[in-house]
């Protein structure tokens, strides 16, 4: 099992989702455990009868909602260890400091921290590592209209004093209201669909998903892009 964390208080649920349709379409079996406050999984991803805690598929991939910690995942599982998760990837989306101390993403393979440049994502997503002990890496992703060298510096500077060491690269996706148009689509039919996607945006999902399994070869990966827009 990879566990790989999105740490961040900006929204983070649709493209996760889409990562772990990449993942799916590559044969991998992904877990997506939306842990966050807002719970937007509940909303957006379809269920019968939801619950409190819940697990559901979709689009093969399954989807965690309203769990705070392992203990509850193993329990719903009747497992004895998060160990025995038969998982290839488990996806954790976190914006509270006790969800990301809880799911113990201080081990993660790879942490990112997601966010855009408004002062209520850049604070409020810095609170959730605020409490790290021992130094973390994070990758950052950046969700901005155009790639701005001050605003990077701007969040190394908030960034001072926590335990965190940040990688060399960052991830940028772009805030364009044409992509906010084709996510809200999906959402409304209820569709993993990335064709009508800026370059940029699928770009950077590229990126990540090349991270996050280790697939070297471009080719590779756009094959699976291809797969993806075509809905095989």
């Known amino acids: 099992m990879k566990k790989i964390g999105f740490a961040g208080a900006f929204d983070k649920t649709d493209f996760i989702l889409y990562i772990a349709k990449f993942l799916t379409t590559m044969g991998k079996s992904v877990l997506f455990i939306d842990s966050t406050i807002t719970q937007k999984a509940k909303y957006v991803v379809p269920v019968i009868n939801p619950t409190t805690t819940y697990f559901t598929e979709y689009e093969s991939i399954d989807v965690a909602v309203g769990f705070k910690d392992w203990n509850g995942i193993q329990k719903y599982l009747g497992i004895d260890s998060i160990d025995n998760i038969q998982y290839d990837y488990v996806l954790i989306d976190s914006d509270s400091p006790e969800t990301f101390e809880k799911f113990g993403l201080e081990t993660a393979d790879i942490n990112y921290f997601v966010t855009s440049f408004d002062l209520y994502s850049l604070k409020r997503g810095l609170e959730i590592i605020s409490g790290i002990q021992n130094i973390v890496k994070m990758k950052k ?92």
């Open 141 to 232: 992703v950046l969700f901005a209209k155009e790639i701005n060298r001050d605003d990077d510096e701007y969040l190394n500077f908030l960034s001072l004093n926590y335990k965190v060491e940040w990688g060399q690269d960052k991830i940028y996706f772009p805030l364009e209201q044409g992509d906010q148009s084709v996510i809200i689509e999906n959402q409304r039919v209820a569709k993993i669909k990335i064709r009508n996607l800026s370059n940029q945006y699928r770009e950077s999902l590229l990126t990540m998903v090349a991270q996050i399994s280790g697939v070297e070869s471009y080719s590779e990966l756009k094959r699976v892009m291809r797969t993806i827009e075509k809905g095989v």
